[in-house]
């Protein structure tokens, strides 16, 4: 059923929940949880998959053998004429076990600090608040809060489960951070794509000549690589990492490179591949060898998503609250959704700035006023 609860209603219910919220981020702030350790990103699951619990969540773990458990929580009732609404987040940090130890968790000037805090332990626990007071209010209806662990590094195993998930369901709230105070309607699509030149060795000074520079070879690469930048498209290509030869007086055998590309539009991941794949080395006794892809398609503006954007504009117009859209070039699980055709809001979670920099802090005031309009979504959207 929809319901008639009022903006005032969602704040009154998220704030009277704050001490809790508090708390709980603290906790969950505090036990460390970086992509690649499998025991501590389960550890940050257990105590997640323990409160959804406790609000009535029923938890289903997709268990993994090298990387962190993946939590699907179902809340409200199984069956409904209303479609299943899927928040989406991650557990994972970009910071390795002690860093509590330089960045411990502090309350300073309204902010709050640790590893983690905006990206984006701070959003599954106002995800978790929300679906509280949707069933508070009684606004129930089939929510899905899906927590994966390795958000980070790809989504490598999660990748499947959210694909196959998401089209389950009629919209899909991204909690990572906002932009500024904007939720994101378009993020780019990322690839990586690594070059690997071998060459032939020799003496730079006895045997110069029978020499084949693989680095020599790749900065020859790496000028074309760079051409294919194409602004007007948004279309970017950085050659981020560069590794090769052994010491100035030897002629290079090996280089590697790695590079990152970002594409707006679907269309070009093909002409993308099709220009890395024709890349050709200039030295016939040089060897090129090309691996990768782009690995998360574009979030592109698409109407699904421009409607969700409208409704949530207009529930925080009724609070008073100016709500912008954004853009921005970094990628998240919402790309994989978005390419589905599943209407997609990112952005949903905290206020902040610093993610994975040292001063990464969420704003407090924020979070009781998007929390109430991410539980007005749960409970509005189509
Ligand atoms: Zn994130």
């Not at 993020?187 to 000074?205: D, E, F, I, M």
């Not at 409704?311 to 100016?322: D, N, P, T």
Request: glycine share 10%; aromatic share 4%; net charge positive.
């Amino acid at each position: 059923m929809t319901t008639n609860a009022t903006m005032n209603d969602w704040t009154l219910a998220v704030s009277d929940a704050q001490p809790r919220f508090l708390q709980r981020l603290k906790e969950l702030v505090e036990v460390e949880s970086p992509s690649h350790d499998k025991a501590a990103v389960d550890r940050a699951a257990t105590l997640v998959a323990g409160w959804a619990e406790a609000l009535g969540g029923t938890v289903k773990r997709h268990k993994q053998k090298r990387l962190g458990d993946v939590l699907e929580l179902r809340f409200g009732p199984a069956r409904s004429r209303r479609g299943r609404v899927l928040l989406l987040g991650h557990l994972d940090t970009v910071w390795p076990l002690g860093t509590l130890a330089k960045m411990p968790w502090r309350e300073a000037d309204g902010k709050l600090f640790g590893p983690g805090v905006l990206d984006m332990k701070s959003g599954v626990l106002m995800a978790m608040e929300a679906i509280a007071a949707v069933h508070a209010l009684g606004a129930e209806r089939p929510v899905t809060l899906l927590l994966v662990s390795e958000e980070e590094i790809g989504s490598p195993i999660s990748r499947p489960i959210i694909e196959k998930i998401a089209p389950t369901c009629s919209a899909v709230l991204v909690m990572e951070p906002a932009q500024e105070l904007a939720y994101k309607t378009a993020r780019k699509g990322v690839g990586q794509y690594n070059l690997h030149v071998t060459g032939v060795a020799s003496h730079a000074g006895v045997d110069f000549q029978s020499g084949h520079s693989a680095v020599l070879e790749m900065a020859r690469l790496l000028q074309t690589v760079a051409g294919f930048t194409d602004l007007s498209k948004g279309l970017t290509v950085n050659p981020g990492v560069v590794r090769g030869g052994t010491q100035s007086n030897v002629v290079a055998a090996e280089c590697f490179a790695s590079v990152d590309v970002r594409i707006a539009k679907a269309s070009d991941a093909a002409r993308v591949e099709r220009m890395f794949r024709s890349l050709k080395v200039t030295d016939k006794a040089c060897t090129l060898t090309i691996t990768g892809g782009i690995n998360r398609p574009p979030m592109e503006r698409k109407p699904g998503t421009v409607k969700l954007f409208k409704q949530a504009r207009g529930f925080a117009k009724e609070m008073g609250l100016v709500l912008d859209e954004a853009s921005t070039g970094g990628g998240s699980d919402g790309n994989f959704t978005a390419a589905l055709g599943v209407p997609t809001l990112d952005g949903m979670g905290s206020v902040g700035a610093g993610a994975h920099a040292a001063h990464e802090h969420i704003v407090l005031s924020h979070v009781i006023e998007r929390t109430a309009l991410l539980a007005a979504m749960i409970a509005n959207v189509d």
